[in-house]
Nanobody, 115 residues
Framework: VQLQASGGGSVQAGGSLRLSCKVSGLIFRNYAFGWVRQVPGKEREFVAEVRLSGATIYADSVKGRFTVSRDNVKSTVYLQMDRLKLEDTALYYC??????????WGQGTQVTVSS
């Protein structure tokens, strides 16, 4: 199983980025996926999840600014990030949901928000 995240970069506060996560090695439509972020020295923080049905869950810190979605044809998960804040700076990982845990972490993509 491989999850390849991309789309990170540097952006000014208030800007937007769209992350993508290409998944291979499993039947994509059978699983939920999510995004988790991590800042050096801190624990990983849940960001968003998209379920098999397309239903979504968000952390309070990103609700109303981020949108998670999935494309079952392209086996890809997306995270549209709008109105970015300095505190959104982190390494963003996509992962597969298994039970209550996230597994099969990708390599991460860096998002840096500057003032």
């Amino acid at each position: 199983v491989q999850l390849q995240a991309s789309g990170g970069g540097s952006v000014q506060a208030g800007g937007s980025l769209r992350l993508s996560c290409k998944v291979s090695g499993l039947i994509f439509r059978n699983y939920a996926f999510g995004w988790v972020r991590q800042v050096p020295g801190k624990e990983r923080e849940f960001v968003a999840e998209v379920r098999l049905s397309g239903a979504t869950i968000y952390a309070d810190s990103v609700k109303g600014r981020f949108t998670v979605s999935r494309d079952n044809v392209k086996s890809t998960v997306y995270l549209q990030m709008d109105r970015l804040k300095l505190e959104d700076t982190a390494l963003y990982y996509c992962a597969r949901k298994y039970g209550k845990e996230f597994v099969n972490w990708g390599q991460g993509t860096q998002v840096t928000v500057s003032s």
